[in-house]
């Protein structure tokens, strides 16, 4: 969603501002703006509706000739909640008398009666925002202490925020806060760095400094001051990034999306990696440091997370079942927060995301605890909220995901839920031969999903015969019913075809009314128990004049039902998830790609959901 850069050190900030907000488009948004603070503390604000390209020209236009290089200020994208897009909605905002401006992500609840108060003292509102009401407010209480102004504004308010913030009479020092939204501090040399995202300070520096909800720090170019809510001083730890610049940059490919797909064999042996036991047939994993015995003691799996994660969950909720004898449940983590779930000691709460802030994931995790389950983290970004207040679980090492559309994350995700299904069978009734054959099996991995990338060229020729179509459907049984569903997430969200994902037997239920001669239905016809059904429902469809596009595993192509193959390696059914979903994501990209459509930013979509 929203992005926030902020700088202050000793070069140009504008270049800076400007290079991070780029790095930060992948999140989704819909105009962007700056605030550029000169040594004489006055503030410049330009603000663009649409792309940061659209606000570099401004910024060039309206700076030319402008006298000292500013070297502090504040940059943000907006992704619009309160108010439409446009200029005067676009961040920074200031406050009554502009002698300080703020970026903020998040959503402030209660502005609605922040704003009434504010105006029935005279204020008037620029903005439809929300972010306008906290600016202003600090603005009220400011008596020439940012900090102390920040504070005092911050205990009034209710929601979520990371906010930056520069006044006019404290030059060079920047106030941030975070509840809820996540920012992180980056050390320069004689400069230092704030963002929503460590994506926009890689560039910079590897030495980061995550906030905690609730710290409020004052940053100058060499120094840090952070406090928590209660003025308590904080030490925070110094991180060191783990990837380099060139994880954040297509690298040749024409999108961040089809890098993505291509880094799965790596991003999955990183999810692997020393993690299996061959000898034993079984999973090492040091997030599920819980002793054998408590292990041994839990009765039930819940899966939490939204989305793509959500599907992954799905996945894990089969592997749970078929190979570790659990009782396993998924629950969309919007649902589980609010439907007082039923849960206790003996459960174990795996909350499954890729950013570690989805807010929704990050509440459940909170209600999860409460309720005095063991929760575990399945998270790619470390640092983020829910890997810390997890505390333990599974990282999946799948390296920064730029393409909002996730690809390497959810194969990363079911990696690591495959690992965990293996751990917690071998510990119940697993067999050590099973055990040892699943492990061989997921070991192969990277080598399937490479198999199924070299043929991305046949993959792109079944896209092609199949772009002009406005609808498609997506038909699996058992574990592939969640790569249905996430087969036909990934072509809508990409390609804005209506896309369907059911449970192959589901269809003739009703669905299939929809069916009209032509219509692609893709089929997840793999080795598995359950096939000879898949195929007869595959035929249901057939009878109706859809176009059968199978996922059929090498060797077993079957009869003559489909009207295209799409052939993936042979494999375990639970593994033959992983390479069929990098299948269905190249085919979901050839056919946006086709389309024209702009395929790591889709329209209306943001990257992390930071809000409900
Ligand atoms: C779809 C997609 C989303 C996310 C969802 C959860 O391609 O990326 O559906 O999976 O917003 O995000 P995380 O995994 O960051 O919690």
Redesign the pocket.
């Given at each position: 969603m929203c992005g926030i850069i902020g700088y202050v050190g000793h070069q140009a900030a504008a270049p800076i501002l400007l290079g991070g907000l780029r790095r930060l488009e992948y999140r989704g948004y819909d105009s962007a703006g700056l605030a550029l603070q000169g040594p004489d503390g006055q503030l410049t604000a330009i603000r663009a509706v649409g792309k940061v390209l659209r606000l570099t020209e401004k910024v060039k236009a309206e700076l030319a000739g402008a006298p000292a290089a500013a070297a502090c200020g504040i940059a943000h994208t907006r992704w619009a909640t309160h108010g439409a897009p446009t200029e005067r909605n676009a961040h920074p905002h200031f406050s009554g008398d502009r002698r300080l401006c703020l970026v903020h992500n998040g959503i402030i609840e209660n502005y609605r009666a922040i704003r009434a108060r504010l105006e029935a003292k005279g204020h008037v509102f620029i903005s439809e925002t929300d972010t306008e009401a906290l600016a202003r407010l600090i603005g009220e209480h400011y008596q020439g202490d940012l900090r102390k102004a920040v504070g005092q504004a911050l205990a009034q308010v209710e929601g979520a925020y990371g906010i930056a913030v520069l006044a006019v009479d404290e030059p060079g020092l920047m106030v941030v806060a975070r509840k809820g939204s996540p920012l992180v501090l980056g050390l320069g040399e004689g400069e230092t760095l704030v963002a929503s995202d460590a994506a926009a300070l890689v560039a910079h520096t590897r030495r980061v400094i995550y906030l905690d909800d609730g710290d409020i720090a004052v940053v100058t170019a060499d120094h840090i001051d952070i406090r928590d809510r209660h003025d308590g001083i904080r030490e925070r730890e110094v991180a060191e990034l783990g990837w380099d610049p060139g994880a954040v940059e297509k690298g040749g490919f024409e999108h961040f999306m089809l890098k993505e797909i291509h880094e799965q064999p790596e991003s999955v042996r990183n999810a692997l990696r020393g993690r299996l036991d061959a000898e034993h047939g079984t999973a090492v994993l040091a997030g599920m440091a819980t002793s054998a015995r408590d292990l041994a003691e839990i009765q039930r799996i819940l899966l939490v997370?939204?989305?793509?994660?959500?599907h992954a969950g799905q996945v894990g909720e089969f592997a749970f079942e078929d190979w570790a004898d659990l009782n396993a449940e998924v629950q969309p983590a919007a649902e589980f927060r609010y439907r007082n779930p039923l849960v206790g000691s003996r459960d174990l709460v795996l909350a499954?995301?890729?950013?570690?802030?989805?807010a929704d994931?990050l509440a459940a995790v909170r209600e999860a605890k409460v309720k005095g389950a063991l929760v575990l983290g399945v998270v790619?970004v470390v640092g983020s909220a829910i890997a810390r207040e997890t505390g333990q679980g599974v990282f999946i090492h799948a390296g920064p995901e730029i393409s909002?559309?996730?690809t390497k994350?959810?194969t990363g995700q079911v990696a690591v839920l495959l690992l965990m299904a293996l751990r917690l069978g071998r510990g119940r009734r697993l067999s050590l031969e099973r055990g040892r054959a699943l492990a061989a099996e997921l070991a192969r991995l990277p080598e399937l999903i490479a198999q199924v990338l070299a043929q991305d060229a046949a993959i792109a020729a079944v896209a092609a015969r199949m772009a002009a179509a406005e609808h498609a459907f997506f038909l699996g049984r058992g574990p592939m019913h969640p790569v249905a569903l996430e087969g036909a997430?990934?072509l809508k969200?990409i390609s804005y075809v209506h896309a369907e994902g059911y449970h192959a037997a589901e269809m003739k239920h009703g669905p299939i009314a929809l069916l009209t001669p032509g219509t692609p239905v893709v089929v997840l016809a793999n080795r598995s128990p359950q096939l000879d059904k898949v195929w007869s429902n595959a035929e249901e469809c057939k009878a109706r004049g859809a176009r059968i596009i199978a996922v059929v595993s090498a060797g077993q192509e079957g009869a003559d039902l489909a009207d295209e193959r799409i052939v993936i390696p042979d494999c375990d059914p639970l593994v033959a998830t992983i390479p069929a979903a990098v299948a269905l994501q190249l085919l979901a990209y050839h056919v946006a790609r086709l389309r024209g459509c702009s395929i790591d930013q889709p329209r209306n979509l943001a990257?992390?959901?930071t809000v409900e």
């Open positions: 997370g939204c989305g793509t994660s959500l499954i995301s890729q950013s570690g802030e989805t994931t790619n909002v559309a996730s994350a959810f997430l990934k969200e990257k992390s959901v």
